[in-house]
């Protein structure tokens, strides 16, 4: 959403919009010049807003580069509850809504779309391939889920682009609005059970997906993923390290606290990789990422180049506080798979460290459907701090709280608490490594973690 606020804006758009919560980001969004506010109140909708929603609906908005903003749109996600008295309050006048997903779909069909879809490494994999295609000089557009750390945004504009890259999400299967000439898939585990129900549903949802394609284009799967394509559509598989891929890291070793790898791709190799941003994880996206460069027809020697040059995305094994006393990294893992990735990558790079863990779980769904998972993840820190659930769009479900997790992780070393808590508790624990992860609103701690740190950490010698 906030990607679409700055597109609007950069269009000359005047944008204005409601967050449950202030955070840095919309913050940023108001420094752009973006109205938000925070409560669910009717009278806090612009009274210019308020005069033309009032006049006559309109039906039809430009969402399109090539023409002013001339009407009101009102774009809203599933996030927001139906109860939203603000939401309810632009339906009874008829004004003209769209779904985040149907606005992305009308911006992306001006041009060829790279959609990059799966459960989990979307956001890491977009950013990835937008920084490739800067450094390439091929250029595109982007709209992305989380802060590049090389541009200090989530939103690329790049005059005269033919790409668009975008994340396709497949909650309420909003990813059924795009039509990709470069369709990337990077998992598909089960998850967002409340929408689909089954993983068998959601992978059929995939399958479509992967059949709307255009004709001539290209599916980039992770290996060991299948999905049906279309005539004509060519397939290629990607991997950390499986040479059975198209694409795959060779020669994967450490240099410092950086990883090096040889690309195997289908026409060669691109020997001695220095990887920029930190992270097992990210050897993997990278090699995601280069190969849809590379079947892009990217110069390889500036492939090369941009993933040295590749910082990272906020939030995303975000190295917060690297010294020879601590170590802090802040990470969005909310599923089981991603903290199991998350956890390995930190227990790689710092082996025989003590690893502290702060985990909030997302949703009473996630939380209720895999429970065990998440136990099993989480089993493998040295020391647990588990956060209540942040529900965001949900509503509390009987007997889901993060106990069911709690119960059953294996360490003896874990707390329960609330979030307000985790400062004081940390502060009286000698911390070696520290990962918090989550995608909720942990991240507004996150500063205040790594201030204490800090100043704990700087006079200990």
């Not at 033309?52 to 908005?61: F, L, S, T």
């Not at 895999?370 to 040295?382: I, K, T």
Request: hydrophobic share 40%; proline share 3%; net charge negative.
């Amino acid at each position: 959403m906030s990607a679409l606020a700055r597109y609007f804006k950069a269009k000359g758009c005047d944008v204005w919009g409601y967050d449950r919560t202030e955070t840095a980001l919309t913050r940023a969004l108001c420094d752009e010049g973006i109205e938000i506010h925070y409560v669910d109140d009717v009278n806090a909708i612009p009274d210019s807003i308020r005069k033309q929603c009032a006049e006559a609906p309109v039906h039809h908005c430009i969402v399109t580069p090539e023409r002013q903003c001339t009407d009101t749109l009102i774009v809203y996600t599933p996030a927001i509850p139906a109860s939203h008295s603000e939401l309810r309050w632009f339906k009874e006048r008829n004004c003209l809504m769209m779904k985040r997903s149907e606005v992305l779909g009308m911006i992306s069909k001006s041009k060829e779309t790279i959609a990059v879809a799966g459960t989990h490494g979307k956001t890491s994999v977009s950013t990835f391939i937008t920084h490739l295609l800067t450094a390439a000089d091929v250029g595109c557009d982007a709209f992305l889920g989380g802060i590049s750390k090389n541009y200090n945004s989530n939103l690329m504009l790049t005059e005269g682009s033919r790409y668009v890259v975008a994340e396709a999400d497949e909650y309420d299967r909003s990813f059924l609005r795009l039509f990709p000439h470069l369709a990337v898939v990077t998992a598909m585990d089960a998850d967002h059970l409340d929408i689909y129900g089954t993983h068998e549903a959601m992978k059929e949802a995939f399958a479509q997906f992967a059949s709307q394609i255009t004709a001539g284009g290209i599916l980039l799967i992770k290996h060991g993923l299948t999905l049906p394509v279309s005539e004509g559509v060519r397939v290629f598989t990607y991997s950390l390290d499986n040479v059975a891929a198209d694409f795959h890291a060779e020669n994967i070793r450490m240099e410092g606290n950086r990883y090096m790898f040889t690309l195997a791709t289908p026409r060669g190799k691109i020997v001695d990789i220095h990887l920029g941003a930190p992270g097992l994880v990210n050897v993997e996206n990278g090699v995601a990422a280069a190969a849809v460069a590379f079947l892009l027809d990217a110069d390889t020697e500036k492939i090369k180049a941009g993933i040295s040059s590749f910082e990272g995305i906020k939030r995303r094994f975000d190295f917060r506080i690297i010294t020879e006393n601590v170590v802090y990294i802040d990470d969005y893992a909310h599923h089981p798979e991603e903290l199991r990735f998350a956890i390995e990558s930190v227990r790689k790079l710092y082996e025989g460290k003590h690893i502290t863990g702060v985990f909030q779980p997302h949703l009473f769904t996630r939380t209720r459907d895999f429970a065990d998972e998440f136990a099993q993840s989480l089993s493998a820190l040295d020391s647990l701090i588990l956060l209540d659930i942040y529900p965001a769009r949900e509503e509390p479900i009987e007997g889901v709280t993060s106990e069911i997790i709690f119960n059953n992780v294996t360490i003896d070393d874990k707390i329960l608490c609330a979030k307000e808590e985790v400062v004081n508790i940390l502060k009286d624990r000698r911390i070696e490594v520290l990962i918090t992860l989550g995608a909720g609103n942990i991240d507004t701690i996150v500063e205040k973690i790594e201030k204490m740190l800090k100043t704990f950490y700087s006079s200990v010698s």
